[in-house]
Nanobody
Framework: QVQLVESGGGLVQAGGSLRLSCAASGRTMNDTGMGWFRQAPDKEREFVSA????????YYGDSVKGRFTISRDNAKNTVYLQMNSLKPEDSAIYYC???????????????WGQGTQVTVSS
């Protein structure tokens, strides 16, 4: 049974930074794509970023390009999301997820974490 556990969320002022972590257990995730999604109140869950199994290919949503960086440490079975220049509109619950390959499409992600809250104050 695969478990994904996010951490690193919290309250930060606009312009600040946070780094989210997603630790996987139950099996190695070295051969999977990993993604981050977020959902704000009264909004649909949206794609944030994804990374392929080797870490060599990454994807970003338009709203976070240039501010967020996804990375992974396969030795630690962990994926990270470095978030810089945070804006109030980045406030949401952030979820990590695993898929057979890196993709922006939620339907391909088979494992999901419980989420971590990120709140950016203005």
């Amino acid at each position: 049974q695969v478990q994904l556990v996010e951490s690193g969320g919290g309250l930060v002022q606009a312009g600040g930074s946070l780094r989210l972590s997603c630790a996987a257990s139950g099996r190695t995730m070295n051969d999977t794509g990993m993604g981050w999604f977020r959902q704000a109140p009264d909004k649909e869950r949206e794609f944030v970023s994804a990374i392929d199994s080797s870490g060599g290919t990454t994807y970003y949503g338009d709203s976070v390009k240039g501010r967020f960086t996804i990375s992974r440490d396969n030795a630690k079975n962990t994926v990270y999301l470095q978030m810089n220049s945070l804006k109030p509109e980045d406030s949401a619950i952030y979820y990590c997820a695993a898929a057979p390959f890196a993709t922006m499409m939620q339907k391909f992600y088979t494992y999901w974490g419980q989420g971590t809250q990120v709140t950016v104050s203005s």
